[in-house]
């Protein structure tokens, strides 16, 4: 199954600012699936990237906030915007796996004071 | 609108018993069902999946049973080991490519 490398691994960042996660995948894929986890909450799915087209954004999530970039079928940006403590979560990307489900990064741990 | 509930919060188990994790769906067009394993600091690892043309899938000590009628699945895994211990996600998709909805998870203790 696809390995991914995602970074950085944990982050503290101040309010205003701005953070880009990054996904690097061992293969190429068509899809690229970005979540956040919350603080005691479950998975939710913020985008779906796709090579050569804009990101498929789910309800609740814009572009402005959270714009994403696939220049490729190996590479992805998330990019968390103007943050607040809110956004303070893990982030994680996925791709869909070969028959073993969806892999995905090891996420980003980021906090926002 | 949760469409993917885990009820139990936390179960725990000791070592060499059976561990069952329940998950239950009211999105009638989910097709494609999986578990997952996360550790903190880590993203969630696939441990096994499920098409609704089946109703049980077998991977060593884990089995994933599927209930269509009752929009219900559960993992078990025969012996729990204390490396079990974990929180544990069900989630399903309409498709094996297609986004994942997530459970809320269940963090699971297996005790010596």
């Known amino acids: 199954s696809a390995v991914i490398s995602q970074k950085p691994s944990r982050d503290i960042c101040q309010r205003g600012t701005s953070l880009t996660i990054q996904c690097q995948v061992d293969?190429?894929?068509?899809?690229m699936f970005w979540y956040r986890q919350q603080p005691g909450q479950s998975l939710t799915l913020i985008a779906t990237a796709n090579q050569g087209s804009e990101a498929t954004y789910e309800s609740g999530f814009v572009i402005d906030k959270f714009p994403i970039s696939r220049p490729n079928l190996t590479f992805s940006t998330l990019t968390v915007s103007n943050m607040s403590p809110e956004d303070s979560s893990i982030y994680l990307c996925?791709?869909?796996?070969?028959?073993?489900?969806?892999?995905f990064g090891s996420g980003t741990r980021l906090t926002v004071v | 609108d949760q469409q993917v509930k885990q009820n139990s919060p936390s179960l725990s188990v000791q070592e060499g018993r059976i561990s069952i994790l329940n998950c239950d769906y009211t999105?009638?067009?989910?097709?494609?069902f999986l578990w997952y394993k996360k550790y903190p600091a880590e993203g969630p690892t696939f441990l096994i999946s499920i098409s609704s043309i089946k109703d049980k899938n077998e991977d060593g000590r884990f089995t994933v049973f599927l209930n269509k009628s009752a929009k219900h699945l559960s993992l078990h895994i025969v012996p729990s080991q204390p490396g079990d211990s974990a929180v544990y996600f069900c989630a399903a998709s309409t498709g094996t490519a297609s986004k994942l909805t997530f459970g809320t998870g269940t963090r699971l203790q297996v005790t010596l």
């Open positions: 996925s791709v869909v796996g070969q028959g073993k489900g969806y892999t």
């Open positions: 293969s190429q894929v068509t899809m």
């Open positions: 999105n009638s067009m989910f097709d494609y």
